[in-house]
């Protein structure tokens, strides 16, 4: 009996497929169906009535090569088999979605396919129909993303995505992206000063609806953005840092789309000094003052003349808030100028005149000719000065010397030998007085004005470094401002930046810190050594404004720290508020936080235990500490000594601590950094 012709299958699926065949021309009863796959030879079996020449199975496994086999029969005969084989669809992957979008490009994302494939081939076409921009792209089977390129800005392109193995392919998912709006061109900066700037750009040809701006300080790094509506192509920028570099970028908007950025750096121009002026002006010369930067600048550059042709151009160190003139011509008008630089960038100038004096004018000094003569300041800075004189032509006992400003007085008792004295500790930017007398002699006197700092009166460290001390050391700070008293502390300018007030240091065991309320409050010890600045001193510095705590740790080569954005010592009972860890050395000190200080003379809200007393120093105490930088130095048992538990434990006393602050906001001097 004749077999089946024409075998063919159709419509084929991932799991399903038709199978036709074109009858014989004995007429068969029925036809036997059999599925098998090669995978696994597994079967599937199916009856079909005589008339029909074709059948529609399901429930196939998806990317499976099967043979199919055809037998018709009649009665219990059989006729010959007609065979052929197929293989299902992949199963597609799922999920096909565009993530992102920008003005050239696409990101879109799948959820994988669950069959064994060969690859993903992904087809992008633009929905403009427009020849020769469509593009044809395949992937490894592992892919589930692609970032598609070259497409153009708010152009709709229509993305279709198979899985294929062999020469079969999974059915299609499509999806749609459109890029974002073209971005602007051209991004450029004008009427660039210390603290503005003019920024334009060229508008897309294509419509956007508005453009976002970003600036980013590059150290403090947090960006400011501004929404701009489709008719501006520039803004003008303000309250900028001088000095400084900012990261700008603009991008176009079209409704929730975003473009490409552009980006440039801009660089600001320092600041310039201020408060140009000439004292002291002799008919040979004069002292110039000005108020600093304030930036951090690395020079002040001084043009003075007298006229066109006579300009000279002198360069001072930005640390520098002065420069003596010498060699003028007498009964001469004289322009000065200066201006700062700050890597490369000069800032806009500053200027003042002044008018040398006659050569014929005698002062009162000049006038004197037995006894002492010609008092003069020389070196004047804004802190100190030197007054010398010349000797008289007959012998003295000693000289009586005054020096004062409005509200300060010195007076000082010299021998017969002395011609000059430097004064110290003087106010920046106050005109003093000084008289000199020898007993039946005429008063010499003479005047002077001192330079002029940013902080006259330095509330702590940070304010010093802004002034220009770049050297850690000894200073004078104030506080409580000018009518406050000063206040001596060592000023870190080396650490992280510098700008650090130094309240507590331990290094040789050769002061003594098991001591009584008063000193705890008052402080003890010398700055330049082992010391505690007193606890009304922190209460006052830390209330100012917000504090950080930095604690520098020692041992041998072994060094640590531990870093806190809060710190605080309220009034009432000093209570220590002190949070936001970070550092190498271990968080101790985050346990003492909301704690009164505590000695061994009060001790108002004691455990059971007198934490003062048994650890032998004065501490914010809890029940009883995991930090004692106060305790027994050198002592290495019962938990007494200098102890930083998170670093050495307990029983170990650290040879090295100092406790310092500064404000929380401060931007250090990064040319210190160490």
Not at 460 to 481: A, K, R
Not at 546 to 562: G, K, N, P, W, Y
């Amino acid at each position: 009996m004749s077999s089946v012709e024409q075998l063919r299958t159709i419509d084929l699926t991932q799991s399903s497929v038709s199978v036709v065949w074109t009858q014989p021309r004995v007429q068969y009863e029925s036809y036997g169906l059999v599925f098998t796959s090669q995978k696994d030879g597994s079967q599937v079996q199916a009856q079909v009535p005589g008339p029909l020449s074709s059948f529609r199975q399901t429930g196939l496994a998806p990317a499976q090569t099967y043979s199919i086999t055809v037998t018709g029969a009649t009665g219990d005969s059989r006729g010959a088999p007609s065979s052929t084989s197929f293989t299902t669809l992949p199963a597609p992957p799922s999920d096909l979605r565009v993530v992102k979008t920008s003005s050239s490009s696409a990101v879109i994302q799948w959820e994988p396919s669950p069959s064994a494939i060969d690859r993903y081939r992904l087809s992008v076409s633009p929905g403009d129909g427009t020849e020769g921009r469509g593009q044809d792209l395949t992937f490894d089977p592992g892919t589930s993303s692609a970032h598609i390129t070259q497409l153009r800005a708010g152009l709709r392109y229509d993305i279709t995505l198979v899985a294929e193995s062999g020469q079969s392919h999974s059915a299609p998912l499509t999806t749609h992206a459109t890029p974002g709006p073209e971005p602007p061109s051209d991004l450029r900066f004008s009427h660039v000063t210390d603290n503005s700037v003019t920024v334009s750009w060229t508008r897309p040809q294509s419509m956007v609806s508005g453009f976002k701006l970003t600036y980013t300080h590059t150290e403090e790094g947090e960006p400011v953005s501004v929404a701009l509506d489709q008719g501006n192509s520039s803004i003008d920028l303000a309250r900028l840092a001088p000095g400084s570099s900012y990261e700008v970028s603009v991008m176009s908007v079209l409704g929730l789309d975003e473009s490409d950025e552009i980006s440039k750096t801009l660089h600001t121009l320092p600041d310039p000094p201020t408060d140009l002026r000439a004292v002291n002006v002799s008919h040979a010369g004069a002292l110039l003052l000005w108020r600093p930067s304030l930036t951090n600048v690395e020079k002040y550059t001084i043009v003075y003349g007298s006229g066109t042709g006579s300009e000279v151009r002198v360069s001072v160190s930005g640390n520098s808030a002065q420069k003596e003139l010498s060699n003028l011509q007498p009964s001469t008008s004289y322009s000065v100028t200066i201006s700062s630089e700050r890597r490369g960038r000069e800032s806009r100038e500053d200027r003042t005149s002044f008018t040398t004096t006659s050569t014929s004018t005698l002062t009162t000094t000049e006038s004197v000719s037995l006894g002492a003569r010609n008092l003069r300041a020389s070196h004047v800075t804004p802190r100190t000065a030197m007054l010398s004189w010349k000797p008289p032509s007959r012998p003295v006992i000693g000289y009586k010397l005054t020096y004062h400003t409005e509200g300060h007085k010195q007076e000082v008792s010299l021998g017969a030998t002395v011609t000059q004295l430097n004064l110290t500790r003087l106010i920046p930017g106050e005109e003093y007085t000084a008289q000199l007398q020898t007993e039946g002699e005429e008063v010499l006197s003479t005047s002077f004005t001192t330079g002029s700092l940013r902080f006259p009166f330095p509330a702590d460290c940070s304010e010093e470094q802004l002034n220009g001390l770049s050297v850690s050391g000894l200073v004078d700070i104030y506080p409580m401002g000018r009518k406050g008293a000063a206040l001596s502390v060592w000023c870190d300018m080396d650490t992280d930046g510098g700008g650090w007030t130094v309240f507590q240091r331990r290094q040789d065991g050769s002061v003594d810190f098991f001591r009584s309320w008063r000193e705890y409050v008052q402080g003890f010890g010398e700055p330049a050594g082992e010391f505690w600045l007193g606890l009304e001193a922190l209460h006052n510095l830390t209330t100012r404004g917000s504090m950080m705590l930095r604690v520098d740790l020692r041992d041998r080569q072994d060094t640590v720290f531990a870093q806190y954005s809060t710190f605080e010592v309220s009034k009432r009972n000093y209570r220590l508020t002190v949070g936001g860890y970070s550092g190498t050395a271990g968080d101790s000190m985050s346990y003492h936080s909301g704690r009164i200080f505590t000695t061994k003379d009060r001790d108002p809200a004691s455990f059971i235990t007198r934490c003062a007393m048994s650890y032998r120093g004065g501490w914010w105490y809890k029940n009883c500490h995991e930090a004692n930088l106060n305790g027994l130095y050198g002592t290495n048992s019962k938990h007494q000594g200098v102890i930083w538990m998170s670093w050495k434990g307990k029983e170990t006393s650290i040879p090295f601590t100092e406790m310092k602050m500064r404000p929380t906001d401060y931007l250090p001097n990064t040319n210190n950094r160490a």
